[in-house]
């Protein structure tokens, strides 16, 4: 299958391009797209045929469910019922924005893949002009997860999403690199009081400003059995071809690091912000600067996938501030290492 690529952009007359994309969409095609978080792979969500190339093209385990992407807020009745009012708040608060919300799904109307057999079911109205224009001109619900094969770092930007799907899928919209860098907060509201299943750029401070407590396990506590999870994290994620180390940003501890490590013949890559970019090491790559999570949040992803491109055969990533978005990358950052840490 050939992939053909077509910009978009918000400030030419690009309708041709939403044309032929809702197209594809409409005879049961996938399409990737961006969003303000990563690049999304999607497919009519009804239409079950079209749902299963997304999970054919990603390798994604079936038990893994989908995000259903909406373009305005009054359609999350169509395919919800029982809608519980900290929802409401977060629709009224956050959308269109970074916030999955998990809900009680409507039986029998989305295709069965896209809930991979739960009877809840994750919405979100994405905040991004292309996404946005093409949920509003099909006006039909988009099933869509990360536009990344399974297990890799999602894509910031269409070249990720060509070298992950090329071959694989028939078209990908190209506006540009997405603005967060990493992918939705989802947040269970079918519980209470409400469980942050994974961080994103809609954190818990903001949550708890307009609905009151939220919970958020951390890495360790999502280890625990009863710990209420998404689906999909129990798979590995966001991994480069090399293993990942974390490491705290402390100059004498990283060249120390580099040093062990290259006298074991490995190739070291650093994944660390700018103030350390004449450390010696084998290759270096910037996380941006350490005083800005925003830059860090929005390069994560591009910084992991260059790993790839070199031929480091260890990866040290130092860890960031916790603050904002920054819960969400290190949350990535951890399991991008699987919980590993350089000692
Ligand atoms: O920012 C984002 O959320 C991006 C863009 C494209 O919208 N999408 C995205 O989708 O990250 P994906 O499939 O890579 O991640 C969706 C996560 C998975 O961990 C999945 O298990 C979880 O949401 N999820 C989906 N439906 C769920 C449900 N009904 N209950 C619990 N978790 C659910
Ligand atoms: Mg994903």
Redesign the pocket.
């Not at 978080?37 to 999304?40: E, M, N, P, Q």
């Not at 893994?64 to 995000?67: G, V």
């Given at each position: 299958m050939k992939t053909i690529q077509l910009k978009v952009n918000e400030n030419v007359d690009n309708s041709e391009n939403y044309t032929q994309a809702v197209d594809y969409l409409n005879n049961g095609e996938v399409v990737a797209f961006p969003?303000e978080?990563?690049?999304?792979l999607g497919a009519v969500a009804t239409d079950e045929q079209a749902v299963q190339k997304i999970f054919a093209a990603k390798q994604r385990p079936s038990d893994?469910?989908?995000?259903v992407?909406i373009g305005t807020v009054e359609e999350v009745t169509l395919y919800t019922e029982g809608i519980p009012e900290v929802a409401k708040k977060c629709m009224d608060a956050f959308w269109p924005g970074?916030l999955?919300l998990?809900l009680e799904a409507k039986p029998n109307l989305l295709a069965p893949s896209v809930?991979a057999g739960?009877t809840?079911?994750?919405v979100?109205m994405?905040n991004h002009a292309v996404a946005l224009q093409l949920l509003q001109t099909i006006q039909k619900p988009i099933a869509?997860?990360?536009?990344n094969r399974s297990g890799k770092p999602?894509p910031t930007k269409a070249s990720h999403v060509y070298e992950d799907l090329a071959g694989s899928i028939p078209c990908i919209l190209d506006g540009g690199m997405t603005g967060i860098g990493v992918?939705?907060t989802?947040l269970?509201v079918t519980i209470t009081p409400p469980v942050i299943?994974?961080p994103?750029g809609v954190t818990k401070e903001m949550l708890e400003e307009v609905i009151g407590p939220v919970l958020e396990p951390n890495f360790e506590q999502q280890k625990i059995e009863s710990t209420p999870k998404?689906?999909?994290?129990k798979y590995t994620h966001y991994a480069p071809n090399a293993p990942v180390y974390l490491i705290e940003p402390e100059r004498a501890l990283i060249e120390r690091a580099i040093n062990q490590l290259q006298q074991q013949q490995h190739k070291v890559a650093l994944l660390a912000p700018v103030h350390f970019n004449d450390i010696e090491v084998d290759t270096y790559l910037s996380f941006g600067d350490a005083n800005d999570i925003e830059q860090m949040s929005a390069l994560l992803y591009d910084a992991l996938r260059a790993c790839d491109k070199t031929d480091a055969t260890v990866i040290l990533a130092t860890t960031t501030s916790q603050q904002g978005v920054g819960r969400a990358v290190m949350n990535r950052l951890e399991k991008a290492a699987g919980g590993n840490w350089y000692k």
């Open positions: 969003t978080t990563v690049y999304g893994n469910p989908l995000i992407h970074p999955t998990i809930t739960l809840t079911v994750g979100r994405p869509a997860p990360s536009a999602s992918e939705s989802v269970d299943l994974r994103g998404a689906p999909g994290m």
